[in-house]
Every structure is written in C-alpha cells, then in structure tokens.
C-alpha cells in the first residue's frame, strides 16, 4: 500500500480510537452513574470507578495522536520495512512489554491507594476488606476488654447501630461492633460471622437481624436459583473472595486493580444494554418479579440462621434473634384485607424486593422460621412495633419507633447480662 494510503489508514483509525473512547468512557458514566445520590455522575465515577477515565483519556490521546501524526506513527514501525532484523524488532518488543509491565505497576499502586485513600484503609488491606469494609472499619481497634456485642443485619439494623444507645446500655465497658449494611442478607452476615471467627475475634452477644432483604433473591426462575445465592452478581464476587467458586479468580482479585476491572465488567453486566441476566443486589429484574410467588429463600436463610446459632454456641455467645418487623399493609394486603393503601402506593413502597403480597410472603417465611428455632438463641418479639404510622416505608421505622426498637434490644441484652454477668 503506498505511504499517503498507509497515513490515511492511520488518521481515520486514530480518529475512530478517539471516538469509542470518548463515547464509551461517557456512556459507561451514564450508565453506571446516574443517580447516585446528590454526587454528579462523572464526580461518583472518579471516586468509585476511575478506570473508566484513565482507559478513556488514554485511548482519546493516543488516537488524537496517530490521527495528527501518523507520518512519525509510520516513520518508527519496524513492521513496513521488510528488510528490518529480527533482533531489532525483539527489542522493541521488549521495551513495549517493559512498559506496560510499568504501567500496570502504576495502575495497582494507583488503584490501592485510591480504595485505601477513600475508606482509611492501609495501604496493603485484603481483598476482603473491600468486598465488606466494615471488616476493618469496625474491628480494627477491635478489644476483648469489657462487653462485645456484634450486630448481623441489613440497613434497619445498619442505622440503628450507628447510635452509642447499646453502648451505654451497661455500668461496663462496652463495644458494639456494627458489620450490618445496606441491602445485606442473611448470607452476608453468615460469611463475615464465619470471617471474624476465624481471625480470632469474639463476642458476647450477637444480634441477628434480617428478613427482606432475602426476600430479593426469589425473584428468579427455579431452575437458576442458588441457595448460596450465587444467582446475583454480588454473591458471585462473595463466594469467589470468601468460599471456595472459581479460586484461579479469588487469587486474582488480591490486586486492586483487576479488582476494580472485575467490578466494572460487573457493573456493565448488570445493565440491561449488556444483557442483565442475574439478580442485582439493590433490585429485582422487573420481568422476573412472577417468579417472586415461590419462597425459595426459606430453605437458605434457614440454613444460615441455623449456622450462625451454631457458631454463636460453639464460640459462647449469646445470640438474639428479633421478630424482623414490617409494614402491617403488606400482610393485609397479601390476606386480602382492606389496607389503606392504593396497590400503587404498595408496590411503591416495596419495588426495591419484589411485588407487595411476594415481599409479605417472604418475610412471613422467614418470621416462621425465626419462630420455629427460638429454642437456640433469645427471641425477641417485635409484633407490638408493627404499626402503620411506625414505619417510614415497608420496613424501616421512624426516627421515634427506631428509639424504641433500640430499647427493646438494650432492654434484653441487660437481662442477658444480669443473669449471667460472667
């Protein structure tokens, strides 16, 4: 081909690399990042995904730069001059694999510190850490003096926690230490239960505290669903970091940066551009959500349930499991009673697990099974909470309720105390 084709050849592929990186790295931003909270789109993609911009600023400015200069691009290619030796060539392939040996280097250094920068992590933290932060954020000034109380749960649980009323519930010393987090399941509370055992830390008390949040799992066909919950997205990332699926990936996931590149290529999954086709952890798939009828979850949180009560007894703990509250609504509406309440305002109020009478019928699974084992840990009945005008939405109670479900569970744990303060 001759040389004024070659450069042609070259500004239109420099221009078409500018282009798709452009648009990409912009539509990967709009996609992922619309919405997320009071943060800009590209601001909340800097903080949590600044892949998207490096890779997107690098192929704008190398396409920029063959597509104004191609005669240099030309005039340095080994490849368009036949008569060019073997060992020549070598060489460059050398320093092209030596600098992007570099470059991957600065990447997970870049990577590392970024994750460490935003959560106060040091600098080398496992992998876990990232996947559950609260590993570290809780524990790492973690003592044995005093009392220990460890919280499981999903957000109600999650912002009950952040008050010190547990805390000054005793005349002692003691520590509540909160893993419970937004949109959590059972599941995720077995696994970080089984993770600070391992590692040494114990407890005195534990509260359990979930119900919903498993209720989003149902959501799925039968023959997808996994009781590991290996169905969502989510689940797939914490039966790989924490269990024993796909350990080549486990083993790879220790570097920031193929971190970050997994949990993007993740992300992307989960919109329906790239073809959604497991369970989000923050919602179901609206053309899934007939399948939310079956409660398959029973069978799961029960396992973990009962897991957990084991380890609490095999570690001397004491476990207390509260009755997981929910708005009255949902269960009339689910028997067919009059609710107050347009089927609209129903749907509204539970869009985030599934359809009104599939989430009441979830939680009401899940209640059952609570109730049937609560000869092995300390039950605690919360029915007397379930008011309409105590909750903010389908379950999260009101600032003035949320003060009271605190004292219930304050409350307990000083009866548990008093009765064995050893």
């Known amino acids: 081909m001759p040389r004024p084709l070659w450069a042609a050849a070259c500004r239109i592929a420099g221009l078409i690399l500018a282009i798709v990186s452009a648009a990409g790295a912009a539509l990967v931003i709009r996609l992922l990042y619309t919405g997320r909270g009071g943060e800009t789109p590209v601001r909340s993609a800097l903080l949590e995904q600044p892949l998207v911009f490096i890779l997107g600023a690098a192929g704008l400015a190398l396409g920029l730069y063959i597509a104004f200069y191609p005669n240099k691009i030309l005039a340095h290619r080994p490849w368009l001059n036949p008569r060019r030796v073997w060992r020549e060539r070598q060489a ?7 600098s992007c040996a570099v470059a991957l280097v600065l990447l997970e250094i870049g990577s590392r510190a970024i994750y460490a920068t935003e959560r106060g992590f040091p600098f080398f933290y496992p992998v876990e850490h990232i996947v559950y932060p609260p590993l570290y954020e809780q524990l790492h000034d973690y003592t044995e003096e005093g009392v220990n109380v460890l919280l499981l749960g999903g957000s109600v649980l999650y912002f009950a926690g952040r008050e010190n009323t547990l805390e000054k519930a005793f005349d002692i010393p003691v520590r509540v230490y909160n893993l419970a987090q937004t949109a959590h399941s059972s599941r995720d509370s077995l696994t970080k239960y089984r993770y600070v055992l391992d590692r040494g830390y114990r407890f005195d008390y534990v509260i359990f505290y979930h119900g919903i949040n498993d209720v989003r799992a149902n959501n799925v066909p039968p023959e997808l669903f996994s009781e590991d919950y290996n169905h969502y997205f989510f689940y797939r990332l914490t039966n790989t970091v924490f269990g024993g699926r796909n350990p080549a990936l486990r083993f790879m996931l220790h570097s920031a940066l193929v971190f970050r590149i997994e949990r993007l290529v993740t992300q992307l999954r989960e919109t329906r551009l790239f073809g959604r086709n497991l369970v989000h952890i923050a919602f179901p798939r609206e053309d899934w959500l007939q399948y939310g009828d079956d409660i398959k979850s029973r069978a799961a949180f029960e396992q973990n349930l009962l897991e957990i009560a084991r380890l609490a007894e095999e570690n001397e703990s004491a476990l207390i499991v509260p009755r997981f509250a929910f708005h009255p609504a949902l269960a009339d509406y689910a028997a067919g009673r009059e609710t107050g309440r347009t089927e609209q305002e129903l749907i ?29 840990y300390t039950f605690l009945d919360t029915s007397r909470l ?23 569970l304050v409350d307990t744990l000083r009866e548990l105390h008093t009765d064995d303060p050893g």
């Open 348 to 376: 509204r109020l539970t869009e985030q697990w599934g359809l009104p009478s599939h989430v009441a019928k979830g939680i009401q699974a899940h209640n059952e099974v609570i109730e049937m084992h609560r000869d092995r």
């Open 92 to 98: 460059e392939l050398f320093l092209l694999l030596g």
């Open 386 to 408: 379930e008011e309409a005008d105590n909750f903010a939405d389908s379950c999260h109670f009101t600032p003035e309720v949320q003060a009271e479900f605190l004292e219930l």
